[in-house]
């Protein structure tokens, strides 16, 4: 009976065991649809959101009551879809190499570097993980000096999957600067266009510079009708937006 009893009870935790199992999915994509976790589900059904990916090699999972539970607040009708009772999703990560770290971000980097500046070293981490279809969105690069000689400076680098932010890479690198990365996109006394925007309005006046400025510095501005300084952020050679208090 004793012998009896203990298979019972194996075959009772291995039961039990198999129930309470997950399933693992694999997930390539920014949002979690029911399809993902459920192949069998159709329709509508399929197309449920069920909210976004996990990090690059993170999880999130799902119990069976979760997936009931979004599927009737959906106002679906589960029917006779079998549902695991546990599902974990999975976000498909690859290793890039300090290389391929290179080839991806280098041209993004130079492409915003000003007239006169060369990269000459860039320092990357060994290696990240990260999505397999990531590419790179904007820079973002700290001022650079007013003078001519090799300068080291920082700069982050958005690493996006379709359209939609993964990262944010720190890196550092080296630059060569000539005499052309000393000057300042505008001179003082540079005339453009001021603009204010509040709220549905947007009004626009001729101002000059009252300092030398490159895009993105916050400069006094003399507004030609009236006289008035007003400080404004310069958003391109041609326009300023007011900062307002």
């Known amino acids: 009976m004793r012998s009896i009893a203990w298979v019972l009870a194996c075959a009772g935790l291995v039961t039990s065991a198999v129930t309470n199992a997950e399933t693992m999915r694999m997930l390539d994509a920014q949002r979690i649809h029911l399809r993902d976790l459920v192949p069998e589900a159709t329709g509508t059904l399929a197309a449920l959101d069920l909210g976004a990916a996990p990090a690059p090699g993170g999880s999130r999972l799902f119990s069976r009551d979760d997936l009931r539970t979004a599927i009737i607040v959906a106002h679906e009708d589960v029917g006779d879809l079998v549902i695991p009772n546990g599902i974990r999703v999975v976000r498909s990560t690859r290793k890039i190499s300090e290389h391929e770290l290179d080839v991806l971000v280098r041209p993004a980097l130079t492409a915003v570097l000003p007239e006169g500046a060369m990269l000459t070293t860039l320092h990357l981490p060994k290696s990240i993980l990260a ?3 990531i590419a790179t969105g904007q820079v973002h690069m700290s001022r650079l000096p007013k003078h001519a000689g090799l300068t080291r400076t920082t700069a982050v680098v958005e690493l996006v999957a379709a359209g939609n932010l993964i990262t944010r890479l720190p890196v550092t690198m080296d630059l060569q600067l000539d005499e052309r990365a000393s000057r300042y996109m505008l001179d003082r006394g540079a005339t453009l266009s001021l603009v ?42 041609s326009e300023a937006s007011v900062v307002l208090p």
């Open 196 to 237: 204010i925007d509040t709220g549905a309005t947007r009004v626009s006046a001729t101002a000059t510079l009252m300092a030398p400025a490159d895009v993105g510095d916050v400069v006094s501005c003399q507004v030609t009708r009236t006289r008035k300084v007003l400080r404004a952020k310069v958003i391109s050679r």
């Open 131 to 133: 999505v397999p279809d």
